[in-house]
């Protein structure tokens, strides 16, 4: 079965850190692209970052260039998004989506699969 779960949200307070996870099963990553998003309530769907399949170029939007960084860990099938400076605007359910030719973060749509999603809160 292909699955991907993603884990690692939670509360936390502003300026602090997470690390969540995007884990991989009945698939092999190594040959997908992975991109992140989220979305807030009563918001649109965003890209928050993004990492090739085999020469890991990665892109980051704008609102988290500098706080966040992505990874991918081919042993473990598992791609992280490490997010540091968290600010209330950071609130939102995150979401890993995965695709073999996926080139970017701009067409959602073209990602094969998606996660369940995992809640990140930003809140004192």
């Known amino acids: 079965q292909v699955q991907l779960v993603e884990s690692g949200g939670g509360l936390v307070q502003p300026g602090g850190s997470l690390r969540l996870s995007c884990a991989a099963s009945?698939?092999?990553?190594?040959?997908?692209?992975i991109g992140w998003f989220r979305q807030a309530p009563g918001k649109e769907r965003e890209g928050v970052s993004y990492?090739?399949?085999?020469?890991?170029?990665?892109y980051y939007a704008d609102s988290v260039k500098g706080r966040f960084t992505i990874s991918r860990d081919n042993a473990k099938n598992t791609v992280y998004l490490q997010m540091n400076s968290l600010k209330r605007e950071d609130t939102a359910v995150y979401y890993c989506?995965?695709?073999?030719?996926?080139?970017?973060?701009?067409?959602?749509?073209?990602?094969?699969?998606w996660g369940q999603g995992t809640q990140v809160t930003v809140s004192s």
């Open positions: 009945g698939f092999t990553l190594d040959y997908y692209a």
């Open positions: 989506a995965a695709d073999p030719w996926a080139k970017g973060l701009v067409y959602p749509d073209e990602y094969d699969y």
């Open positions: 990492i090739s399949s085999r020469d890991g170029i990665t």
